[in-house]
């Protein structure tokens, strides 16, 4: 005979009332179950919670033994309770005891019942527990008391997760869902930072689980999915996305899932088993972002982010929030993202971001290299990491060695807490050594400079004790800007970094933007291969009314100075000749308008492009200065996305090769008497640093936290020895692995700190 579940909606409402109700966590438990079994008409039915052990404990029952609470317990996959934990799926079976997988535990008594069901219980796709039913006779359970079930487990997942069962777990155990975790990921900027989650797309918190009426729900449903269709079509249709390409395509795959007829069914079934429209876009994510989960597919695993965004997206219309990252930080926040712009990282308050964490990004991304400049410690590629967290958990990020600690423990906390009055305690030295000279042990003068691209970063140049800014990347004013500045915009800007250098020098880039940097106001043409497409000086020398007036702003902010301006992305001496007479066309209106002009102007390019080191003579004999932009070059010199996490770390900076192209610019460079830079992240890292001083190089330039750690190596360094040790490893090909243990050996050997 069918159990009556005719009324999902009434055991939802009771359930309600149930969980407003001020009693404990274990007199709450243990009235859900009891109206669970007799709603179903189940004679059982058992709550286990999992712990952090992985071991899945019965919290409450209707129709067990009742001492077997907190003392029967399953390790996920054991038995048909573990089963349903490890798969995330329903078990529905009418003879629970001839399953193989089936467990006995003595002190349940549940020998008496053959019948079983259970759903695990889920929450962001991971399980938190399993929720039973069970019955004497041989029955297979229906489909809609399966969907019951799991629409009631969903509230109690929600009860899981914020806590209240920790009140009630045994002494020594530990819920998992709010167990402590060690996550490795990589290191991309130095720092520790200790703090409390906040998610960059923060989760829309939804309160309201039961409906009151469904057809106001489904009706709730129909209008914000057509709102959420119109808005992908008109995505589609506009010019940004109406060519066919990559974007186009993800976009359409996109919309693809939005018009699912699956999907939606899914979520009108949950609403018909009491849920609100919200609660049940929830529920049908979390199940399917559970099986995905367990997916080997790259292609499946891959696409669980879209269909996260799109149910996040549709659980916003339905609730009329929008994103906004103008929420109040906490004084101690820890940014959580998958990915990020350089530009959303910049719209935080500064003062409050003790730490950045990314599932995605690797050491050379643009939001990377601006957390390194604000000194904001930085973990990425720590997989699942948006999933894994609850905003407000306490979380501490390693920038050292690529570590995150979730929820820690006390005596992990007061470790780290202890690593960073030492890290502040080493911070003071590199400050004591701030006016000291930059120079080798064996005399050998170095300038290191600064990496900049706003005006907070030029403090650091005096507190570093940096020589200049070799590297000023103006297209970070035009990428936190709304609408593209202005002339009068960007000469104050100009002005204010000169003024903030003084006597020191300042190396201004054009901007560069294209690849992963764009700018939201500008639309660009939609390529297969951004990164070596329409980019920098390609895209200045085809706007040249964009160019000029850059150039423009930057020779009135010169006007009476010395100004050094370079080129990006720079394939061809002719570009640099183009660029050059721009230039000189804007020198000359300035002089028939009476305007001051630089009592110095040097010009330079930057070197990133492989197809320089075939016209090094020839371009050397035009410029004033190179400057090499190692991390681009290292991409191109590869052909390795710097942004794909799959081949980012596939090959070595420090590879003979790529050392021995880095050495063949900076020997033309000093046989042509022509200065050259390098101003990419390798020359931030002490042990990099040291094989670029011993190849020749002598100017380096680098973000600020970096500036102390170098000079302390180099001051250190007996460079003619290591010079001409390293030389001869060039030269005898050794490998990528034995230079650098050469080097990690030869620092080791001569109390080199790096």
């Not at 021995?660 to 830079?677: F, H």
């Not at 003619?720 to 490893?729: N, R």
Request: proline share 4%.
């Amino acid at each position: 005979m069918r159990s009556s579940l005719a009324g999902p909606r009434v055991l939802l409402r009771k359930l309600r009332e149930v969980m407003a109700e001020p009693i404990n966590a274990q007199e709450r438990l243990d009235k859900i179950v009891r109206l669970i079994a007799a709603n179903v008409v189940a004679e059982v039915c058992s709550v286990y919670i999992l712990r952090a052990d992985g071991v899945l404990e019965l919290y409450a029952t209707e129709g067990l033994n009742k001492d077997a609470v907190h003392q029967t317990s399953l390790k996920v996959g054991e038995g048909l309770v573990g089963l349903i934990s490890s798969d995330a799926r329903p078990l529905n079976l009418p003879n629970a005891q001839a399953h193989p997988a089936f467990a006995y535990r003595p002190e349940t008594g549940e020998e008496n019942y053959n019948s079983f069901l259970g759903v695990p219980i889920l929450r962001a796709g991971r399980t938190l527990g399993v929720l039973v039913v069970q019955n004497k006779d041989h029955r297979t359970y229906f489909e809609d008391e399966v969907e019951a079930l799991q629409t009631t487990a969903m509230v109690i997942a929600e009860m899981v997760a914020a806590g209240e069962l920790e009140a009630i777990a045994q002494q020594g155990t530990t819920i998992d869902v709010i167990r402590p975790m060690h996550l490795k990921g990589v290191a991309l900027a130095d720092g520790i930072g200790l703090g409390h989650v906040v998610l960059h797309e923060p989760r829309v918190v939804i309160t309201n689980l039961i409906a009151e009426d469904a057809d106001t729900e489904k009706k709730r449903l129909e209008e914000s999915v057509t709102r959420l269709r119109q808005s992908l079509d008109h995505m589609l249709a506009s010019g940004e996305f109406s060519q066919h390409g990559e974007h186009r395509e993800v976009l359409e795959a996109y919309r693809m899932f939005a018009y699912d007829r699956g999907w939606i069914r899914k979520i009108d079934e949950a609403i018909r088993n009491g849920l609100t429209a919200e609660a049940a876009v929830e529920k049908v994510q979390s199940d399917t972002r559970a099986q995905m989960l367990r997916q080997t597919d790259p292609y499946l695993r891959e696409r669980l982010h879209d269909l996260d965004d799109l149910a996040h997206r549709l659980i916003r219309e339905l609730m009329g929030k929008n994103h906004s990252g103008e929420d109040d930080l906490p004084k101690d926040a820890i940014i959580i993202a998958r990915n990020m712009g350089a530009a959303e990282l910049l719209d935080y308050d500064r003062d409050r971001i003790r730490g950045l964490v990314l599932e995605e990004s690797g050491p050379t991304s643009h939001v990377t290299i601006v957390a390194r400049a604000l000194g904001i410690p930085t973990v990425g590629q720590v997989e699942d990491i948006v999933s894994l967290v609850e905003a407000t958990d306490a979380i501490i990020v390693d920038g050292e060695i690529g570590q995150i600690f979730l929820r820690p423990a006390n005596d992990v906390e007061q470790a780290f807490a202890d690593k960073v009055r030492l890290r502040s305690k080493r911070q003071e030295i590199y400050r004591q050594l701030r006016d000291e000279p930059t120079v080798t042990k064996d005399g050998v003068d170095v300038k290191l400079q600064l990496n900049a691209g706003l005006l907070v970063d030029l403090p650091s140049m005096e507190d570093a004790g940096a020589d200049g800014v070799g590297l000023f990347r103006t297209e970070l004013q035009f990428m936190v800007a709304s609408a593209f500045p202005r002339m009068q915009e960007q000469h104050s800007l100009y002005s204010k970094v000169l003024d903030a250098a003084g006597d020191k020098p300042v190396t201004f880039r054009s901007l560069d933007i294209g690849g992963d940097k764009v700018l939201p106001y500008l639309r660009l043409a939609q390529e297969e291969n951004p990164a070596m497409g329409w980019r920098a000086i390609r895209f200045g020398l085809d706007r040249p009314g964009l160019l000029r007036t850059q150039i423009r702003a930057m020779l009135h902010a010169g006007a009476g100075r010395s100004l050094r301006i370079m080129f990006p992305m720079v394939a061809d001496v002719s570009e640099f000749q183009q660029a050059r007479d721009y230039v000189e066309r804007e020198l000359k209106h300035l002089r028939q308008h009476g305007h001051d002009t630089p009592k110095e102007l040097k010009l330079g390019v930057m070197l990133e492009v492989p197809a320089l080191l075939y016209q090094l003579e020839e371009i050397y004999k035009e410029v004033d200065f190179v400057s090499v932009g190692s991390n681009d070059l290292f991409q191109f010199f590869y052909a390795v996305d710097r942004g794909n996490t799959l081949v980012a770390e596939r090959f070595e900076a420090l590879s003979p090769s790529f050392l021995r192209a880095l050495r063949k610019i900076v020997v033309i460079g000093d046989k042509m008497d022509t200065p050259v830079t390098l101003c990419g992240e390798l020359g931030g890292q002490p042990l990099a640093a040291m094989a670029l001083l011993a190849i020749g190089y002598r100017n380096l330039s680098m973000s600020p936290a970096s500036i102390g750690p170098v000079k302390a190596m180099l001051r250190s360094l007996d460079l003619s020895a290591l010079s001409e040790e390293l030389l001869k490893q060039l030269e005898a090909g050794k490998g990528s692995e034995d230079i650098r243990e050469f080097l990690s050996n030869f620092a080791s050997e001569n109390n080199i700190p790096v």
